[in-house]
Structures are given as C-alpha cells and as structure tokens.
C-alpha cells in the first residue's frame, strides 16, 4: 500500500497541478489553445517543446506545468525525470493520459545522497498522481532498489566495507524471514580459498567472508544471484595508480546490484528458491597480500596463476559461482564492476552482457529495452579460451594480447559455472560520470531493472 511519503500515489481526485507534455511537433498546436499572456509566459522560458524543457504557466491565481517530451503517447522511464527535479514540491498529475513507465524516472529524479552532508536545502517531494494503482507499488521497490545500489556504492569504503556489506544483507535476512550464512576466518580459507587468498591483506576491521541469504520454497526452481563485493581495489601488489584507485569504492558495485535485485525478487513474491551469494573483501596491500604468480586454490578445485593481482574480482567470484552451481540452479545472474575493456567498448551507459545460452540473453536484452535499462550482449568465444593457458596452473587469471578483455574475464568465470547450467553475468560500470534527468552523478544501477523484468517474466509472476 502506498503512503502519504510515497512519491506516486492513487489519483482520488485530490487537487492537484496538471503537468502537460507536448513535443516539438505539436507544441505549436497546442500553444494555439492558451491566453496570449500563457503565450507570452512560454515564449519567455524559451519553452519549444524539445525533450527535457519544463516550463510553469500561469493559469489566473494558479499556475500549471509544460514538459518537453519525444513522443506524448509513448512515455518512457526518464522523459519526466527533469520535470522531476525541476518543479517545486507538491502534487502533480498529468493533464492528458497516465504517466505510465514514467513514473520510475520522477522518482529516481528525486534521490540524494545525504549521508555526509547537510539537507536543509531539501524543498520537500514532488508527488506524481496515477490511475493505476495495481502498478504503484511495483514502481516504488523499483525505484527503492535503484535508490539502495545508489546508496551502497556512493558510500565510501570506509564505511562500506565487508562488514557493512555483511550487515546489509543480513537486515535483508531479517526483513524477509531468509537465513543468511557467514563463512569467514579459517573456514572462509578451506571453503572459499580464492575469496580469502583476495582479502587477507585487509586488516581485521575489513576482514573477508563470503555471505549466503537463501529464501523459499525448496520446491521452487533456483535462482542464484551473485554479485562481486570488492569493498574498495587498491589493485593489490599490481597497484593501481592514483587515478584509477580513486573510484575504486564502487568496485562492490555488483554486490550492490545483487543485493538489490534479490530484494526484489522477495519483495514481490517470486515462486523461486533464491540464492544470493556475495564475496566481500578488500583488495589490500600488506605483507600477507596475495602476489603476482602465486598458485591459488579454488572451491572448484582448479588451480590459478596470478597473473595480475588487479584481477582480483574474478577470483572470488569464482569460488561463489561454484558454490552456486552446487545448488544446481535454473538459473544463474551474477553482477561486477569486472573490467576497463567493458567500458572502453560500450562506455558507462551500457552494461556488457554475457550469457551461455541465446534465450537467455534475448530475453535480457529485450527486457532491457523495454524497460529503459539497456544491455549490451558481448560474446564468449571458446577460441579466446587458451588466451588463459598457464605453464604450471589449470589456468591464468588474466591473459596478456590485450584484446577482448570483457569477453576473456568471462571465459575465466565460466570455468567455474557448473556443467549445463544457464548462465547470465553482467559486466557493469555501476556510475554515472556525467549527470543526466533522473539519473545524478555518482553510482547507479545498470542492468538491474532488465534482469528483474526479465524473471518476472521467465518465473511467471504477473
């Protein structure tokens, strides 16, 4: 049921500002309509109809409010987000229709981050009116789960460490009767051996530890959802340097999605037995730090080369992709901020997709589509496979021709997905350099919202 604080509500009637949206096509004809001085009062905004313009009219004692939009028949997720941000606080409806898809970009268009800084200059929330109520609160733990991986990856890894990942996932736990499993220490060593070998650097406080939530009915199909928990990526011993350590607390950035996701998963009662699994470490640099060409141990059994030890997050992700696949599971997601080479060829808008099976991935790219949150499928190509040969191991980390980075750290992880199992892993940026409506700088989610879509479609939940 929606609140008095939600930022979509039931239309009851209750007064309201109309908001208008018009594009450049017909913005001429619609003008056509006003008083002179409404004219006059558009004209003065240089108000013309582009996408992304607001502009508020003054109607006798009142006022009401123009946007700019591509097509006022198709709404999508963002083409209300600056209107969004730009009116005052207070009640809104749209003059024309129902705001539809658009509901989820009003109220992403909302989030702060205020964790470290003052918010008095908080005006207070724009509230948007829909006539399809059955579809508010979908859109409200939509956006919530947008808000969470913004809020996780924002954080510095200070206060975002393994333990914080942990406590999250536990209050997860609590909120929706699942049991959550904490292995760490000595045992984290002999179960996870790739995930401590990882964190062992990091002192006590940021100590490693794998986290296990499962929740459902154990007659359901499993779903596993594994997210990359990298707390912060010094590069270990292959140090980065100081530009490209300075984001690196977004480097948990797929725990953040994975986490998320799962809450949606239980929020909205999906017939499944979820799994999410999440490797939490620091990539530290101590004495006892892992090195370039030592030999680790992995849960699967194989054995790695280190390579580069800023190639960390594919190695814990390794032991939890194994640790997933015992479960034998229907299906398997998993989330990191895992290479360069990703965002060097889609850049940060597009999260790369990779997938063992065509259905799969078709059904993550339309459901991408038709969301707003689109994916990028890159390939798995098994002729790159011996790019990760090593002399003394089963296998390298990394490889050194220097192409096809993403795709290459995807052909690692398989290694580790069980025999036959359908598999889907997202390479995502997690941030947003440059802000744009509804969607400000700093983390963000990518590819979150069309993994959702696509298994409320896939498990059949209406």
């Known amino acids: ?26 913005v001429d004809d619609w003008a056509k309509k006003l008083s002179a001085g409404q004219r006059s009062a558009l ?8 996408a992304g313009q607001t502009a508020i009219i003054p109607d006798g004692d009142d006022w009401f409010a123009a946007g700019g939009v591509k097509d006022p028949t198709a709404l999508t997720s963002w083409c209300m987000a600056r209107l969004g941000e730009a009116l005052p606080a207070g009640i809104y409806r749209l003059a024309d229709g129902d705001p539809g898809a658009a509901t989820h970009g009003w109220q992403c268009a909302q989030y702060k981050f205020r964790r470290y800084k003052d918010a008095t200059d908080d005006e207070g929330p724009r509230i948007l009116l829909t006539k399809e109520a059955k579809a508010i609160d979908l859109a409200l733990a939509e956006a919530r789960a947008v808000s969470l991986v913004r809020d996780l990856v924002n954080t510095p890894a200070e206060d975002m460490g393994p333990a914080a990942l942990e406590a999250e996932v536990e209050s997860l736990a609590k909120r929706f009767k699942a049991k959550l499993e904490v292995t760490r220490g000595d045992t984290l060593e002999q179960e996870f051996p790739m995930v401590h070998a990882v964190g062992r650097a990091a002192e006590r406080k940021h100590a490693p530890r794998h986290l296990h939530l499962t929740w459902g009915k154990e007659k359901d199909p499993v779903l596993a959802i594994v997210g990359k928990g990298v707390c912060f990526d010094s590069g270990g011993l292959d140090i980065k340097g100081a530009s490209g350590m300075l984001l690196m607390k977004k480097d948990m950035g797929g725990a953040a999605h994975a986490i998320a996701l799962a809450g949606l998963v239980m929020e909205t009662h999906l017939p499944v037995r979820l799994h999410l699994l999440v490797p939490a470490v620091e990539n ?7 090195r370039p060409g ?7 059994g194989l054995t790695v080369e280190i390579g580069n030890t800023d190639a960390e997050g594919r190695l814990i992700l390794g032991d939890a992709l194994t640790r997933a696949s015992e479960e034998k599971p229907e299906l398997i997601i998993d989330f990191a901020t895992l290479t360069g080479a990703a965002r060097v060829a889609l850049g940060p808008d597009f999260p790369a997709l990779m997938a063992r099976k065509d259905e799969t991935a078709d059904a993550l790219l339309a459901a991408g589509k038709t969301v707003d949150d ?48 359908d598999w889907a892993h997202f390479d995502t940026f997690a941030w947003r350099p440059t802000a744009k409506p509804g969607r400000p700088k700093g983390g963000e989610a990518l590819g979150l919202r069309a993994s959702f879509h696509m298994l409320r479609e896939r498990f059949g939940k209406d």
């Open 284 to 290: 530290a640099i101590a004495g006892n730090a892992f």
């Open 294 to 300: 030592d030999v680790l141990k992995s849960r699967k």
């Open 1 to 26: 049921m929606s609140t008095k604080n939600d930022l979509i509500q039931p239309d009851k009637g209750q007064t309201a500002t109309d908001i208008h949206l018009v594009n450049k096509d017909g």
């Open 43 to 50: 004209k003065a905004q240089k108000f013309d109809g582009s």
């Open 374 to 421: 689109e994916c990028w499928r890159l390939p798995l190509p098994e002729s790159y496979a011996e790019w990760l040969k090593s002399d003394i191991a089963d296998t390298n980390n990394t490889h050194n021709t220097g192409f096809a980075g993403a795709s290459v750290a995807g052909l690692f992880l398989d290694k580790f997905v069980g025999d036959g199992v």
